[in-house]
């Protein structure tokens, strides 16, 4: 696994978090969670692109076509 990564789900957590916590004090409370949720869904589907990329892998390597 790359470093890469791990900072790059890392920094996308925290804008989302910095984000959250502007909007909430602003008294933007829907539009702070809303942003939590996007952020969310984001860091998922590269987690989920990742174990696609991790299946693909393990069946190119036990040849499971």
Known sequence: MDVD?????AGIG??????????????KQEY?????LVGVIIV???VINLVSQL?????????LY
Do not use: N, W
Request: hydrophobic letters at 60%.
């Open 5 to 9: 990564l791990i900072f790059k789900i």
């Open 14 to 27: 925290m804008v989302a978090a910095i984000l959250h916590m502007v909007l909430e004090k602003s008294g």
């Open 32 to 36: 702070a969670y809303l942003t939590t």
């Open 44 to 46: 998922l589907g590269v």
């Open 55 to 63: 299946f693909s892998d393990i069946k190119v390597l036990f040849r």
